[in-house]
């Protein structure tokens, strides 16, 4: 992919953006639009010109006939993706970007404003920031960190946020001063510093009463429509493969739909610790596809962890991260240039995670908007409770005066386009994991690889036909996902269908006793993690010895204060 760098600068002020425009670079009066070579070249990223405007990004449009039929000129077929985005801005406004599925990043300068946009369902990332008299942003935190005139400070809210949450949920960044764009959002900067934002696509609900059986065909003509769009016609695709509903069904629908051949992937940790090899076994066997599965050793995850980190713009404490680095790579060998997941299933259509506060809101029905968004945090089950035993009493007298975490997911969890609970936890996690951890690791991961990943169950049709179909058929008393299930019960094996969901257990307790320690040692103890005072080593090196919690969360705790540390390495030490 080609990433880009866009500048608008200030007529009175001064800049270096020469660097950032080797290859393929716009400028006009007070702005510079550059791309910036990737390893999918296929991917052109601009300049474009649509009449008045100019716009660079990385664009891939699903439904380009849909769009170039709103357009009405037949002559306008030839356009790139692009360049089609930007006729559709320059006939609808952004307001006409609501129709679009796809995956884009995108900034267009019309001669007076630069306007940042974002994909409805953010599966590309834009990133933003304005030091001195000029304003920057790039797809890549990695791009915007180059920039000569940024110097990164650490953001210790978005510290305590991703100690909460394995992910920043929201705008902020690690970098102060460094935003990041919502998912169907849109910023206009102006040269005087002044800006505005909006929305031009949200997640509505739309419920339609009707029987089950009208749903789930309905769900289920989308979902074909949908993967089909996103199949690479006449070449081969990889799906990566878990055994869960959510990847079986997408690789089903993908061997169902596909004109070529479809490989699958699975990942194990080895014979004698648990996995699902058996139903992504049987998964492969039953859709005819070309399976492989790859064994990931603990001393691998180790090797590996400092470069994953480096490849994500914002940290991930999902240990699943070097795991998919190394599969992604494996399909990158076969010479596969695009590969499907099946991500999106559970925070679109109910999956077992809402069980437990959909419980603590029958049981306690007078629950304050502040108690809700709290129970909400702890259901994560990471640092959120042990943070003032782990931040520094420095670090901790800083945050005294900012927003509670609370505020990050409390505007989603009483959303007034949403009546039923149900559908706000869902809206909640669409819109904080889905964007800000799901759909960014699997772009940032694929892409180091040289791929692109497709996530067909977190599309933008998707996501709307999940808000138009009533809670209870989502999750149906404690059958998760069951409208969904419904909808493809004839593609798959019932074993696959009927299995409770179980997620891939990533052995991050039993790694930390061996090949892990030492990076856990030399990483979270070391004189240079140490003078950043952020955490208590007290607390570290007891978690370390398996102590200082009453249930045994030490190592998905460690894995993410070393993930943190070696990012803040690569992205603040720019080592």
Request: net charge neutral.
């Amino acid at each position: 992919m080609s990433r880009f760098f866009a500048l608008i600068n200030d007529p009175e002020g001064q800049t270096t953006a020469h660097r950032f425009a080797a290859v393929d670079c716009e400028q006009t009066d007070d702005c510079l639009l550059a791309s910036i070579p990737d390893q999918r070249p296929w991917l052109s990223a601009g300049p474009y010109r649509y009449h008045r405007l100019v716009g660079a990004g990385e664009v891939t449009l699903f439904n380009r006939a849909d769009l170039l039929a709103w357009l009405a000129e037949p002559s306008r077929a030839t356009l790139s993706d692009g360049e089609l985005l930007l006729a559709l801005i320059d006939r609808g406004g952004l307001a006409a970007l609501a129709q679009v599925e796809g995956m884009f990043a995108f900034a267009v300068w019309d001669g007076r404003h630069l306007t940042l946009i974002r994909d409805p369902v953010g599966a590309r990332t834009l990133f933003y920031t304005r030091t001195g008299t000029a304003w920057a942003a790039a797809s890549t935190l990695h791009i915007l960190r180059r920039w000569p005139a940024l110097q990164p400070r650490l953001n210790l809210t978005a510290v305590a946020s991703f100690l909460t949450f394995a992910y920043l949920p929201g705008a902020e960044t690690l970098l102060a001063g460094v935003y990041e764009l919502l998912p169907g959002q849109y910023v206009r900067l102006a040269p005087d510093g002044s800006w505005s934002s909006g929305f031009y696509w949200t997640p509505r609900e739309e419920t339609a009463l009707a029987p089950a059986a009208p749903h789930a065909h309905q769900l289920r003509q989308r979902l074909e429509h949908v993967t089909r769009t996103m199949l690479p016609a006449g070449e081969p695709v990889g799906v990566l493969l878990s055994g869960g509903v959510d990847s079986s069904l997408v690789t089903a629908l993908a061997a169902r739909l596909h004109d070529a051949p479809v490989q699958t992937y699975s990942i194990s940790f080895g014979d004698e610790l648990p996995n699902e090899l058996a139903y992504s076994g049987l998964v492969a066997t039953h859709c005819r596809t070309r399976h492989q599965v790859l064994t990931v050793s603990g001393q691998q995850i180790a090797d590996h962890l400092p470069e994953t980190v480096a490849a994500l713009d914002c940290p991930v404490g999902d240990p699943l991260t070097t795991p998919n680095l190394l599969l992604v790579r494996a399909a990158a060998g076969d010479g596969l240039r695009i590969i499907l997941n099946g991500e999106g299933g559970d925070p679109c259509f109910g999956g077992p995670k809402n069980l437990p506060m959909l419980a603590m809101e029958w049981q306690r029905p007078d629950l304050t908007p502040q108690q809700r968004a709290q129970i909400y945090l702890r259901s994560y089950r990471k640092c959120y409770d042990e943070l003032p035993r782990l931040l520094h009493p420095d670090v901790q007298q800083e945050l005294a005066s900012t927003p509670p975490l609370t505020e990050r997911v409390i505007h989603y969890l009483h959303a007034p386009t949403m009546s039923s609970y149900l559908n706000r936890l869902l809206l909640t996690n669409v819109r904080t994991k889905g964007a800000h951890h799901i759909l960014t690791k699997v772009e940032r991961i694929t892409a180091a690889c040289g791929l692109e990943g497709r996530a067909p169950l977190f599309s933008r049709a998707i996501v709307a036909q999940s808000f138009t179909i009533p809670p209870e058929l989502k999750l149906a008393g404690t059958r998760e996902k069951w409208i969904l299930k419904q909808a493809v019960a004839d593609l798959l094996p019932p074993q696959i269908i009927e299995r409770p969901k179980s997620g891939m257990r990533v052995p991050v307790q039993h790694w930390l006793r061996g090949p892990l320690r030492e990076l856990a040692t030399d990483t979270l103890l070391s004189p240079r993690a140490r003078s950043r005072s952020l955490f208590q080593t007290n607390t570290i090196q007891a978690w370390m010895a398996g102590k200082g919690m009453v249930w045994p969360r030490q190592g998905i705790a460690l894995w993410m204060l070393v993930t943190l540390e070696l990012w803040l390495r690569a992205f603040v030490d720019g080592a």
